[in-house]
């Protein structure tokens, strides 16, 4: 009775889109699938990646992740990825076809990144102040953005800095923790979730953006919003030498050595010691986001892959 009833329903939908995680997702569509109803898989995270950058190992249940991943491309008629990183996955472990995978980069609303000038409030008196948004997991170097306030506080002497960390986390209690260890919490604010005003605020505040993500081949692999945010915001950014945070940013961004926050310290630095270039990356930035990869133009690949999975 339960699939005559899915049957029905499917009889009404043209398509299906889901998004991962989980790469179970697959096992919801399956039953509504038809001749006249499509799945179109929105290609978010490379769970088996995840699955390595958080255990550190290759077992039975990184295999098991690989399968789902596998599943989940099988039923998919056309597949959305969010980087040529993510599309190369797809024809490879995926096994599609090329003209059925679209890129689609999850570019930002200007509407919602508005430039602001400075509140006094956030700058609290100091000469510089960073800013990070984002997740704060295991996989997101928050540990190395401390690692490197503590080389540019004591190694460097360079102390008129403030960081804000703006965002939650399964590991954000142990950040604070390790703040406090370092005698950085007069340098550093965790904010917590903040709302877009205040996040805003923040953001148009900041001297400089950072992407503390670590090199692993998760976040080698994959587009970090965070990234188009800040330069959307004129922002320049220091971030590890990651495969497509190097194809977003280009020359908005300096790169340090892979997961070494004492050289993350010294591309701070530089840029605290040369505002011209930090202007310049910003406006580099800026250029790059509003002419190349806002969702205005992205939303057109968007619609596009609709208009492909509708012709199957």
Request: aromatic letters at 10%; proline letters at 4%; a positive charge.
């Amino acid at each position: 009775r339960l699939l005559s009833k899915i049957k029905k329903i499917a009889g009404n939908i043209d398509i299906i889109q889901a998004c991962n995680p989980p790469d179970l997702i697959y096992l919801v569509v399956k039953p509504f699938l038809s001749k006249s109803c499509k799945f179109i898989f929105d290609h978010h995270d490379i769970n088996p990646e995840l699955y390595i950058a958080k255990f550190g190992r290759k077992d039975f249940f990184y295999r098991l992740m690989l399968y789902f991943e596998r599943q989940t491309f099988k039923y998919a008629s056309t597949v959305i990825s969010t980087n040529e990183s993510y599309k190369r996955i797809a024809l490879e472990r995926g096994k599609k076809k090329e003209n059925d995978v679209f890129v689609v980069r999850s570019g930002p609303k200007l509407d919602r990144l508005q430039l602001l000038p400075p509140d006094e409030h956030y700058r609290k008196d100091c000469d510089i102040i960073l800013g990070y948004v984002g997740v704060i997991g295991q996989q997101e170097g928050i540990d190395h953005l401390l690692q490197a306030m503590n080389v540019i506080t004591q190694k460097h002497s360079f102390t008129s800095i403030h960081l804000y960390i703006c965002g939650s986390g399964p590991v954000l209690n142990e950040m604070k923790s390790m703040c406090n260890d370092l005698l950085l919490n007069k340098f550093v604010t965790f904010t917590g979730r903040v709302s877009d005003e205040v996040l805003m605020k923040i953001l148009n505040s900041t001297d400089i953006c950072i992407n503390s993500d670590t090199y692993n081949e998760m976040n080698d692999k994959s587009t970090m919003n965070k990234i188009m945010e800040y330069m959307a915001l004129k922002k320049p950014i220091v971030q590890y030498q990651l495969t497509e945070g190097k194809y977003s940013a280009g020359i908005a961004s300096l790169y340090a050595e892979n997961n070494n926050p004492s050289d993350m310290a010294d591309k701070i630095m530089f840029l605290v010691n040369n505002p011209d270039k930090r202007k310049s990356m910003g406006e580099f930035g800026y250029n790059r986001v509003t002419t190349e990869l806002h969702w205005g133009i992205e939303s057109k690949k968007y619609l596009a892959a609709i208009k492909h999975t509708l012709t199957l």
